[in-house]
């Protein structure tokens, strides 16, 4: 157990559709990832938050925002769902100390829209 | 540009035996980091092993241990006496400390242990 907890574990909905993934990092670690895992496109950076701001973006659509909040728990929302979106959606936490910095990774939300 | 390459889609490898899982690395930047995560087929995302680029031995953590060679910007992986439950993808990341702070994913090595 990393201790990174992500909500829900599935979940499936229909295009056109809007979702929330939510994230809980570990105890103390205020940097927060995300992440897109698909089978074409394997492990894809989406953003990033440090402290609740942003701290860089990866390749995240435009349809999809985030947001880390003041108990540093966040959230990924994919709104005007397509079937391509259909992935395993990671979230990450770091302490954020610098290159070394580990990311442990949440057991993932597996997103299929049909 | 930052890109993390493994040019092993699969991999086989008997009960017991060592294995190495190849991943090099690009980047102009001084400082970063090297990840190994193994991905099992349940889905989670398990943190392996951890270089630093300034790190003048090579890491350890138990069955695990990666063999840096800075020079030609590799990081290859060896498993040790593998285990049935080593079958997993395992990918290799680098972390750089740009303007923007982000881990990069290599493709990933599928490895199966045979009994």
């Known amino acids: 157990d990393s201790g990174v907890t992500q909500t829900p574990k599935h979940l499936i909905t229909a295009t056109g559709q809007r979702v929330t993934l939510r994230c809980s990092p570990r105890s103390g670690d205020l940097s927060v990832y995300w992440y897109q895992q698909s089978l074409d496109q394997g492990l894809q950076f989406l953003i990033q938050y440090y402290n609740g701001e942003e701290r860089a973006k990866g390749n995240i659509l435009e349809r999809f925002s985030a947001q880390q909040f003041p108990d540093l728990h966040s959230e990924l929302n994919l709104s005007s769902l397509e079937l391509g979106d259909s992935a395993l959606y990671f979230c990450?936490?770091?302490?954020?100390?610098?290159?070394?910095?580990?990311?442990?990774f949440g057991p993932g939300t597996r997103l299929t829209v049909l | 540009a930052q890109k993390i390459t493994q040019t092993q889609p699969g991999m086989f490898v008997q009960e017991k035996e060592a294995v190495t899982l190849d991943c090099t690395y690009d980047t102009s930047d001084p400082s970063y980091g090297l990840f190994w995560y193994k991905q099992p087929s349940s889905g989670e995302m398990i943190f392996l092993i951890y270089q630093g680029s300034y790190d003048q031995q090579n890491a350890t953590e138990g069955r695990y241990s990666l063999n840096f060679q800075k020079a030609r910007k590799s990081a290859n992986l060896v498993i040790s006496a593998s285990q049935l439950g080593d079958s997993a993808m395992y990918f290799c990341?680098?972390?750089?400390?740009?303007?923007?702070?982000?881990?990069?994913f290599g493709p990933g090595t599928s490895l199966s242990v045979i009994p």
């Open positions: 990341a680098m972390r750089v400390k740009t303007s923007y702070d982000k881990v990069i």
């Open positions: 990450a936490s770091s302490v954020e100390g610098g290159a070394g910095a580990t990311q442990y």
